[in-house]
Structures are given as C-alpha cells and as structure tokens.
C-alpha cells in the first residue's frame, strides 16, 4: 500500500472531499524515464489537463480523449506533438484542492507507444485524439531479448542478484527501486547465473521464490505484489461508508487445485549402477621379467568412476605345472585400479642355473664303449647329454609353467547427479481424475523447505483466486495491486486488479477486482 | 490463462528419467528394429518401448538406474536423447483442506520410488528361493518408506 502525506490521508477522510488531478505530460527526448521518476528531470512539464476528457484509469494503462480543435497535438504538424508522441511519458498527478500540490501522488506513469489516434470531424467540427498510455511493465524491451547474467556464488542473497538485474539489465536507479534490499533468501547452489531469459522473466523468477511478483506503481517505480495471503491487511474498512457495492461474479473456470513445485537440490547425489565389470588385463610373463603393474581404468575416457571393486582372476599366473608368481590388486582411486603380477625371484635364478648347467654339461664328454681291439664299431654312452636334458627338462618345467594371465576388475560404478526436488500441494480428497495441475520450476530454491513453502503457498494463492470478488469503494489514493483489504464483516479480499474513471468535481469510483482471502 | 498453461505443459520437449530395463531390439515393423528400453518418468506405469536417439553409443552402454533426458519427436513420442545430469527424486505430498476462509495441512506423504543395489541380506530374503537365486548387483525399487516393491531385471 502507498503511504500519502498525512495531510492527505486527512482529505480523503474528510466528509466533504474535493478531488482533483492533472495530467502532465513529458518529452522523451529531453529527459530520460529514469529522471523522470526520480524527479531529477529538466523539463517543465506540459499540462494535458484542460485537453483531457474521458479519462479512464488502471494500473496496466491510462485511456483519455484530448480534445485538440487547434491541433496542437496533430502528429504531423501540432505544435506539442512531441508531448504525445512515440514514446512521450505521461503521468497522472492525484489530490484534493484541500492539500497543496506537493502532497499529491503520481497514480499512474507509462509510455505512450506507437501513433495517437487523432481525428478532425467537419460533420461536428470537433477535433480530438484517443490516447493509450501504458504502464512500464507493458514494454516488450523487458520480455523479449534475452539475457545472460554474471554468476553469484553460494551465500549470495538473493536479493543483490536482483538489483543487479535491474541496474545492468533494465537501466533502473535506485531511486526507481521499490523493493527491500534483501529478500531473505540465499543461494545455495554453488553456481547461479541467469542464461538466456527475458529479463522481466529473470525478476520474476527470482522473486517467485519467496512468493512476490514483480510490477511497477503509480509513480514508474518497480515494485511487488506478495503472493503471501497470511499478512495483516494494509487497510481496514470499519464500516460500510466507503463501500459503494460488493459483488459475487460468476466464475466458470476449473480451478487449480493440484500445485506442483520442482526444483533441483544444491547437494549432488551419489547414483550407482549395478556390479557390474569395469575392465580387464591381461598378461604375458617372461623368466626375466619379475613383475607388471597392470593399470586398468573402469571408463575409456578414464572419467567413469567407480567403488568397492575388486579382482577376479580369469586365468593366473599360477595356473600352469609349478606356482611362478603372485597377483595382487589395489584401488589406486576412484578412476583405476592397479594389477600386480610378481613373478618369484627362483624363476630367474634357477633358469640361469640352468642355462648355465646346461652349457656346462655339454662339455662332459660321452663315455665310448668299443667291441674289443681293433674293432671298428662301438657305442658312446651319454653321460653329458643326460645331465643336459635333465637341465633343459628344468628349464621347459619353468617355460611350461609360465605364460599368460587374463585378469578382470569388478566393482559398482557411480556418478554425480542433481535430485530433482519436487513438492505437490494437493486439495485433500480428489479423486485423480478431478485434479487440475499447475506446475512452477524454479532451481533457486534449492532446499525441501523452501519447495514445501512454494507449493502451499501457490495452491492457497490458487484456491483464493477462485473465489473472485468485486468491491466498489469511493477512491482511494493508498490502495495499490496487492493490497489486502479488510472489511467490516472481517472477511479479508485481495486487489488484483483496479480501475476507476476519473472526472471533474467528483470523488471516483474505485472498482476493485480480486478474490476472498484464504490464508494457510 | 489455464489453458494457454496446459497447452504449454502439453508442449513441453524434454523431461527426465530413469532407466528401467535392460535395452532391447524392439521391431517396429517385420524386418527393421531400434534399440529401446523402459523408463521411469515417476508415474505409477513406466514409460514402455522407449526408443535410443540413432547412434548413441553412450545411452546403450547406461545400465538400470540410469538417469537420461527424454525428448520428443515430431510425432509426439518420447525418445531418450542423452544422460542426465539431473534425475528423479522423491516428491513430497501435502494434502490441504480449505474450510470458510482459512486453509490448513491435513496430511502428507511421500511419492516416488528409490532404485538401489540389493543389499546381501535383500537378496536371500527376497528372492523366489534360497540365496543364490538373484545374482549379486541386482537392483530393487523401493517406496520412500523403504517398502520394497520390485526387483528389476538386469
């Protein structure tokens, strides 16, 4: 709600209120929006107030006939048409006589977009023009380009990302800030970073976590609206003077009552895949090599990782005639694993032994055994070669033992994910083919908690709205969207939309649209 | 407003999931077949035949448990187009009541399934006999509670 000078929170309690307005009207080209509204500007505003009739008023947008018999505001040729023009910034300033000028309030402030409407009858010999002022938010600038914000660490409130937003990204000063410096709420993912959204999208984003909507007021400032239904009311209506009528509308919709909320959770989730083999080796021994070290990794990339792994032994070292060696396994890290084959220091030694023995013994000479003197026939006996043979027998008993070993590496590979965090508030007792789902991501969340809090909070939003309202009051200057009224049954009801029509020499009537408070 | 916003959930190309069954050659006519699996989208039915994107060697190599990202077809169906560096938890279910004008939590629940490892005691006591008849590294879904529901196929 808009706090008013206290005098003119006076006036409008007065018995008698004498209301009045005017509508100014700015060049674009000499001041910017942002001078504008932080009352910096240079220009002497030009009073559209005698030229206007017919003015009807929203927060969204402000609509009025410009009466114009001398064509000042003519586009091609009026003498102020710049005032009017693509673009122009009109305000619209709002009071009572009884207070000075200084105490009114800029109900409304927006664009003027695209050509005026302007039209010079001979049949009447009237000349006017239909002017559609829209309100900030209304600009296409803010929804369609796309953005990439920088990254804010975890810890970082929330609520710097979002001025920083709407410095870097909408032009605003702080002077056209209208929201608490902290939202209290903190990131908890490591990296955050808004890639590739419209930046009204990104503002809404942001403030959706702690249930606000973005928007701008009366006087170009952004601002929000507090999705939260469990607040005080901004205004208490004691009795039934203000209220003009109050209205129950026919609503035809289905209603939502089935809200979903899903967000990611900052902590990363260990996901494991079944036992499975992560990788095999294989091996040939030689006498003289007295070890391997078989490196063996569970993913070709070496990026897959993996726990509790462990060896299976497909075919040993040890599976010939004589046991030649040992095997073992050790888990160097989450990536690989490492084979050892260790062949027994005998193997060598006694293959050179033999080797050696067996040169040796070719040199004992073979025992002859002739027939007699004389004779020409005899045979050798072959002391060498035996002792030969019996060292080549050792050798090949060594060779036969040895030769290749297939070895296989199991275990339970594992990644890194981010669980998806999700909430659903769901009016008890459905039946599953009566549920009407509405469902909201949003990733800076990040806890259970906060994703509990959203889904409440969006279905309680959801079932108030299907309640709507009407209440037509006298005016109110303070009374903004968002607001929540209290009336004087008790009963709360939240504006969410306004209108009136304002004239001369008369109080408006505020047309409040919104719905019956629910709170949870 | 509503339904604008269901057209748009309607349209919606990707989503996650979880793989649910070994891959298999589904025929989709006589002669010509694609590799396919089931997957959990976390619905009370897994999502069933659900095609591998052409030539993804890394999604048929993912085993059970898996998580991989969804994506829909021209045509509307679901194909599974990459792994996932998301995947499914589980979702907390408050149910509210709305009485006049105050509305207050009536109960809540947990929804949702974990995959996990069978632990060496799951697998004797919850196989068709003796231990021995499910293979150690099987897994098993579980409700949030810790209820066991299947043992999947791997």
């Given amino acids: 709600m808009r706090v008013l000078p206290a005098d003119l929170e006076a006036a409008q309690e007065a018995v008698v209120r004498r209301p009045a307005y005017k509508v100014l009207a700015f060049d674009r080209s000499q001041d910017s929006i942002s001078a504008i509204v932080s009352g910096q500007y240079a220009q002497e505003p030009f009073d559209l107030t005698a030229y206007c009739t017919d003015i009807k008023w929203s927060p969204d947008k402000l609509d009025f006939t410009l009466s114009d018999p001398d064509g000042l505001f003519h586009p091609d040729s009026g003498v102020h048409r710049a005032y009017v023009g693509n673009g122009a910034i009109i305000r619209l300033l709002e009071g009572d006589q009884a207070v000075p000028e200084t105490s009114w309030i800029y109900s409304f402030t927006g664009f003027i977009r695209g050509q005026i409407g ?45 001025r920083d937003l709407l410095s870097t990204f909408l032009g605003l000063t702080d002077a056209e800030i209208r929201l608490p410096a902290t939202l209290g709420l903190q990131f908890k993912h490591q990296v955050n970073q808004i890639a590739q959204m419209a930046p009204w999208d990104a503002i809404s984003k942001l403030l959706e976590t702690v249930g606000k909507v973005p928007c701008f007021d009366g006087d ?250 009407t209440l037509v009051i006298k005016d109110d200057l303070a009374l903004e969207r968002g607001d929540i009224l209290q009336l004087p049954d008790g009963r709360k009801f939240f504006i969410s939309d306004m209108s009136k029509a304002v004239q001369r020499g008369a109080v408006p009537v505020l047309s409040l649209q919104g719905f019956k408070v629910m709170t949870a | 407003m509503s339904v604008i916003d269901w057209r748009i959930n309607q349209a919606q190309n990707q989503m996650i999931g979880t793989i649910a069954s070994p891959f298999y050659q589904q025929y989709v006519d006589g002669d010509s077949w694609v590799w396919a699996c089931d997957v959990d989208i976390g619905q009370d039915e897994p999502l069933r035949s659900v095609p591998v994107a052409s030539s993804n060697r890394e999604i048929i190599y993912a085993e059970l448990g898996k998580s991989v990202l969804l994506t829909r077809m021209n045509d509307g169906k679901w194909c ?75």
Wanted: overall charge negative.
């Fill in chain 1, 118 to 162: 302007w039209n010079k009858s001979r049949r009447n010999s009237t000349a006017m023009a239909q002017v559609a002022v829209f309100s900030r938010e209304n600009n296409q600038a803010l929804k369609r380009r796309s953005i990439t914000s920088k990254k804010y660490t975890v810890g970082t409130e929330l609520g710097i990302m979002v």
């Fill in chain 1, 220 to 469: 170009g400032r952004i601002t929000f609206i507090d999705k939260n239904l469990h607040r005080l009311p901004d205004r208490v209506l004691p009795d039934s003077t203000r209220i003009l009528d109050y209205q129950v509308p026919a609503r035809n919709q289905d209603t939502i009552n089935k809200v979903r909320v899903i967000s990611l959770d900052s902590q990363l989730s260990r996901v494991e895949s079944p036992y499975q083999c992560l990788g095999n080796a294989q091996v040939t021994t030689g006498f003289f090599s007295m070890g391997e070290k078989l490196p063996v990794w569970w993913g070709e990339d070496k990026r897959q990782r993996a726990s509790g792994t462990g060896l299976i032994v497909k075919k040993s070292v040890n599976s010939g005639l004589l046991p030649v060696g040992s095997e073992s396994y050790r888990e160097v890290d989450e990536f690989h694993g490492e084979i050892k084959v260790s062949i027994s220091c005998w193997v060598p030694i006694l293959a050179t032994a033999m080797l050696v023995e067996y040169l040796a013994m070719a040199a004992i000479p073979d025992d002859v055994l002739t027939f007699g003197v004389g004779a020409e026939e005899g045979i050798t006996i072959p002391v060498g070669r035996i002792l030969q043979a019996q060292a080549m027998i050792v050798i090949m008993l060594i060779m036969m033992s040895m030769g290749s070993a297939q070895y296989e590496v199991w275990g339970t590979p594992y990644d890194y994910a981010y669980l998806e965090l999700k909430a659903t508030a769901i009016v008890d007792g459905l039946e599953y083919w009566e549920e009407n789902e509405k469902e909201v991501k949003n990733d800076f969340l990040g806890s259970q908690d906060r994703v509990d809090a959203l889904a409440m909070l969006e279905l309680t939003w959801e079932v108030s709205n299907a309640n709507p309202r």
């Fill in chain 2, 80 to 154: 599974i187009s990459g792994l996932s560096k998301t995947c499914m938890g589980r979702e907390h279910i408050i149910y509210m009541t709305f009485m006049d004008d105050l509305g207050s939590i009536a109960r809540e629940s947990w929804s949702g399934s974990l995959t996990r490892l069978l632990t060496l005691g799951e697998l004797g006591d919850l196989g068709p006999g003796a231990f021995g008849a499910i293979p150690l590294g099987a897994h098993g879904r579980f409700a949030p509670d810790g209820t066991f529901i299947a043992i999947l196929e791997s």
